[in-house]
Nanobody
Framework: QVQLVESGGGLVQPGGSLILPCAASGSILSIYAMGWYRQAPGKQRELVAA???????NYADSVKGRFTISRDNAKNTVLLQMNTLKPEDAGVYYC????????WGKGTLVTVSS
């Protein structure tokens, strides 16, 4: 069983940056593939970035070159560094852990607006 808690969301102007931490507890994070998903109002949840247990990363085309996912297994933390934010990046961001089953956090809201 894994518990995930996201933080770091908030209001940011277009072009700005945010870091979203995801703190995991209840299990050894290192065995899990981790990901960040987002859901905008009226849209389906979509994968933003993912990182495997051995550190390989994958990004949605819309965020490549702007977002960076990283993990610190010793601290049981996954970070999403978001730069050059656009209004279309807004939504609720969810942390995901996957190993046989999926675990989800409750999400953190990111608003990109001037």
């Amino acid at each position: 069983q894994v518990q995930l808690v996201e933080s770091g969301g908030g209001l940011v102007q277009p072009g700005g940056s945010l870091i979203l931490p995801c703190a995991a507890s209840g299990s050894i994070l290192s065995i899990y593939a981790m990901g960040w998903y987002r859901q905008a109002p009226g849209k389906q949840r979509e994968l933003v970035a993912a990182i495997t247990s051995d550190g390989r990363t994958n990004y949605a085309d819309s965020v490549k070159g702007r977002f960076t996912i990283s993990r610190d297994n010793a601290k049981n933390t996954v970070l999403l560094q978001m730069n050059t934010l656009k209004p279309e990046d807004a939504g609720v961001y969810y942390c995901n852990a996957h190993w046989r089953v999926d675990y989800w956090g409750k999400g953190t809201l990111v608003t990109v607006s001037s």
